[in-house]
């Protein structure tokens, strides 16, 4: 199925793509069976379960590897608790250095900083969320970094536990979920936001050859009304990093 085939999939789908009703946050103990991980609540409500764990004086770690996908779903998290609680002081850390050129011309176009976790004080923040992974993900995932909330897409992966959670591994981009986060918030999202999660489902999704459901694709036409697309095509293209370009003078 061609992109523009998806594209008109999603735009005929319904004039709000999202579900009312999905798989989505809940309570995880470290005996709960897999199948139990998650619940079927409104996003409403789980929204408002979710909001209703900060205050504005809270400070917030989110913890990712820093993909296109991980970077957006990180901006998103970051937009809808500042917006609804008026968050004090949150930091992006990365599991993972920076090192496609790509994921770095994003970062730096969007004016992002996403520090080393050896480079932050991570007993100065009380809540630390890790998005697009899974704590069993790491083989040596620090103690100090024990995650309170997990957002992901992926298949849950060994014996974890997280006080909110939201793991959904039927989407094909975690920046779908965070869309509908966004939406249900009723936030104005700004333009970079935009353009970091269409991009983050274009990549994700490998331009909808992997598996993907309806809610990817009508997140990715969304935010087509209102992304920089012209700062995307620049992103895409830029995939030789600076230092080589000399060998082809």
């Known amino acids: 199925m061609t ?7 999603a735009v ?7 579900r009312s009703h999905a798989c989505i946050m809940t309570e995880h103990k470290a005996d709960t069976p897999k199948k139990a991980i998650v619940k079927h609540r409104s996003l409403k409500e789980a929204i408002e379960r979710f909001c209703a764990q900060f205050s504005s004086k809270d400070h ?3 913890v990712i590897d820093p993909d296109p996908d991980a970077i957006a779903s990180a901006m998103a998290l970051r937009e809808i608790l500042q917006r609804t609680k008026g968050l004090s002081k949150s930091a992006f850390v990365s599991t993972e250095p920076l090192d496609r050129q790509q994921n ?3 970062v730096s176009c969007l004016h992002l900083d996403i520090q080393r976790m050896n480079q932050v004080d991570v007993a100065s923040y009380r809540v630390t969320a890790l998005l697009d992974a899974q704590p069993s993900f790491f083989t040596h995932f620090p103690d100090a970094l024990r995650p309170q909330i997990v957002f992901d897409h992926h298949p849950y992966e060994g014996q974890w ?3 909110l959670m939201d793991v959904r591994p039927n989407y094909g981009a975690l920046s779908s979920i965070l869309t509908e986060y966004l939406l249900c918030s009723r936030i104005k999202i ?6 970091a999660l269409l991009y983050g489902i274009k990549t994700d999704t490998d331009n909808f050859d992997r598996a993907t459901i309806i809610e990817d694709i009508s997140a990715y036409a969304y935010h087509t009304k ?14 030789t990093p600076d230092r080589f370009l000399k060998y082809f003078h």
């Open 60 to 62: 917030v770690l989110i």
């Open 161 to 163: 536990s997280a006080e």
């Open 190 to 195: 700004p333009r970079n936001l935009h353009t």
């Open 12 to 18: 005929f789908h319904t004039h709000f793509p999202f």
């Open 3 to 9: 992109l523009a085939t998806l594209f008109l999939s």
């Open 226 to 239: 209102y992304a920089n697309m012209p700062l995307i095509r620049r992103i895409e293209l830029n995939q």
């Open 104 to 106: 770095i011309e994003l």
